[in-house]
């Protein structure tokens, strides 16, 4: 009980925090990030306890407690030794950033013991892969000079200089992807669990199932609608398909739909809730601090807009189709009960006044604070809506749950770029791909891929994109490509990674909510959102698509030939068109997709993606004269399941 009423006063401190100190700054940036992280991290040991059943054994509880009380420490050491007010306190009269490469044995050990503690809050809250990583890069860091010339070689550093970097100092701990998390990230984690303790969320739901209810597949378009929707304001696939999908998958289910089948879609749309304007998750807002030249957000939320747009598309005509074919109808005979006009006029608030102080200018945390501040108001009109303090109480300690994980994510990633910085790597690992890809862009683009969805596979989307970025990044930029349409191709596949075999944590999600087979659900889930394999290829050949272009013939030709890719892609992986595709058909739908929206601009273009077109139509005209006096297939999971 003791744990519990600890973590709400320190997630409600957490939450009245950032809100003051984003808007109204009072304490310099290095103190605002360490009592973030201090407040952070302290969540983490609270709702990570040492081993299962640990809160009702005395000893194990008692080591979370000391590891409480030892964030307690070290980041309150670094934040009184920062901020002037402390300054009596101050060896010298110098604040800690001014006494780099002078740091006394205290500062040292505050650091090694503050880096050993959020290594062991990354391990509770994400698993062991990201702590795993930094501890590498930290023996990189340390032995360098004993490196083999294939692993980039330096002189090597002293413990107390990778201390000092990693820690002490801006550029590790207490760097950008910290940062992030502070300005950015939390704050629109508390807008969503904010939403929801409204019952906006609840009308999402609801809305999708009043008009998908009765027509073909409507659980699954339910499910797709609702969970990009939601996903967006999350940010997380596998939160978002935990929390979603208990309802959708249970009433696709019901509808018909075999439970691999069920997973794999949830998984599916959830995976691309981060890629949904104008939330995003914390992608965009990783994206203003890393591309170079900045860009602002409201070019980041145009430039995910069409993409966005592309992949739900795809996924409501997969489902479509997939549901001819194995003939089913309705997956929602009974629309809620609720009255939807309170929560929808919040929701079209929230959102709409976002959106709207976005467009005019104000800065994303001074926008969702303002809007935070109108859904309120207007939830406060009408009794079903109202938060009083209690539930705004949970909708802070929700927002605690969604997004300390992300706070020790961000904390151990800046450890690693610390010594990115420290040793130069960042500016060696591209040297060497450059020729590994011999100046090809798609080859490139392959070798980046893979090593995205690799990496991805164990890490949140938005670290495995802050790590990327950070790494092999400038790669895209040498091969000539728009900084946006890079970060945005490294960013996709980051979250592709959750739905791509034999790793794939939404889909894993989602089959143990489905009680599905693991590796069944993850093939459905991959297969299902195949077109967001092809969209990031697309977009970097093509970079109007991100409407970045100010030729607007030019970006209508490119979003029109883009967007004819996506039907016979759909048929082809649903395997059913005007009636069941054989298996030559749907290859042939296949390539004609891949040729839409894969040729790059050349003397070929038109007369290849012309081709496709007529090849698409051929195939089409085939089809539904085939499907004449034929019936679909039964449902064996040949196609998509």
Not at 194 to 219: H, N, P, Q
Not at 414 to 435: M, Q, R
């Amino acid at each position: 009980m003791l744990e519990k009423w600890l973590f709400r006063i320190l997630a409600a401190l957490l939450g009245v925090f950032v809100l003051a100190e984003v808007n109204y700054p009072g304490l310099t940036p290095q103190a605002q990030l360490a009592f973030f992280a201090m407040l952070g991290l302290s969540l983490v040991f609270l709702k990570h306890p040492l081993r299962a059943g640990a809160a009702r054994a005395g000893l194990p509880r008692a080591i979370d407690y000391l590891l409480v009380a030892a964030v307690f420490l070290c980041f309150g050491y670094v934040l009184v030794q920062t901020e002037p007010v402390f300054r009596n306190w101050w060896p010298g009269g110098r604040s800690l950033g001014n006494r780099a490469g002078l740091e006394r044995p205290l500062d040292w050990a505050v650091g090694l013991a503050g880096l050993v503690l959020v290594l062991e809050a990354t391990r509770r809250a994400i698993g062991p892969t990201l702590p795993l990583l930094a501890l590498a890069f930290l023996g990189y860091a340390a032995f360098g000079h004993v490196m083999p010339d294939w692993l980039f070689p330096h002189r090597g550093y002293g413990w107390e200089r990778i201390v000092s970097q990693a820690f002490l100092h801006s550029q590790g701990v207490f760097g950008i992807a910290l940062k992030v998390m502070f300005t950015y990230v939390f704050l629109f984690v508390l807008f969503g669990t904010t939403l929801e303790g409204t019952g906006a969320t609840g009308y999402v739901l609801d809305a999708a199932r009043r008009f998908f209810g009765k027509r073909t597949g409507g659980s699954a378009k339910v499910a797709v609608v609702a969970s990009g929707i939601m996903g967006s304001l999350s940010g997380s696939a596998v939160a978002n398909t935990a929390t979603t999908g208990t309802f959708t998958i249970p009433m696709m289910r019901s509808a018909g739909f075999r439970p691999v089948t069920a997973g794999g879609v949830e998984a599916a749309a959830s995976s691309g809730g981060a890629l949904v304007p104008p939330i995003m998750g914390a992608g965009a807002y990783m994206m203003l601090e890393m591309v170079e030249p900045a860009v602002t957000y409201l070019e980041i939320v145009k430039a995910a807009l069409i993409p966005a747009v592309f992949y739900y598309t795809a996924l409501l005509l997969i489902v479509h189709f997939y549901a001819r074919r194995v003939r089913l109808a309705s997956g929602d005979e009974v629309p809620s009960s609720r009255p939807p006009g309170a929560q929808g006029l919040v929701f079209l608030v929230a959102l709409a006044s976002l959106v709207l102080l976005i467009v005019v200018g104000y800065t994303p945390f001074r926008a969702v604070s303002i809007a935070l501040a109108c859904m309120l108001l207007v939830a406060a009109s009408t009794p079903s809506t109202r938060m009083g303090p209690r539930a705004l109480l949970r909708a802070a300690e929700s927002a605690a749950h969604g997004g300390v994980s992300l706070i020790a994510a961000a904390a151990c990633v800046g450890i690693i770029i610390g010594v990115v910085t420290l040793t130069g790597i960042g500016a060696k690992l591209p040297g060497a791909i450059l020729p590994l890809a011999q100046n090809n862009l798609v080859l490139a683009l392959i070798l980046l891929m893979v090593s995205t969805i690799i990496l991805g596979m164990g890490l949140p989307s938005a670290v495995c994109y802050l790590l990327m970025a950070t790494l092999v990044g400038p790669v895209l930029g040498g091969l000539g490509v728009v900084p946006l349409a890079a970060h945005m191709f490294i960013f996709y596949f980051g979250m592709m990674s959750m739905v791509t075999p034999p790793v794939a944590l939404a889909a894993y999600t989602a089959a143990a909510i489905a009680r599905a087979d693991i590796m069944r659900t993850g093939v459905a889930a991959f297969r299902f959102a195949l077109v967001g394999f092809a969209l990031p290829y697309a977009f970097v050949l093509h970079p109007e698509l991100l409407l970045v272009s100010s030729d607007v013939a030019s970006t209508l030709v490119n979003v029109l030939v883009a967007f004819a890719g996506i039907l016979p892609l759909a048929v082809a992986i649903s395997g059913f068109g005007f009636g069941p595709v054989n298996a030559w058909q749907r290859g042939i739908l296949l390539v004609a997709a891949l040729v839409l929206f894969l040729t790059p601009s050349g003397a070929y273009r038109v007369w290849l993606q012309a081709s496709a077109v007529l090849v698409t139509c051929i195939v089409a005209f085939w089809n539904r004269r085939s499907a004449v006096g034929a019936s679909s297939p039964s449902d064996d999971g040949a196609y998509v399941a």
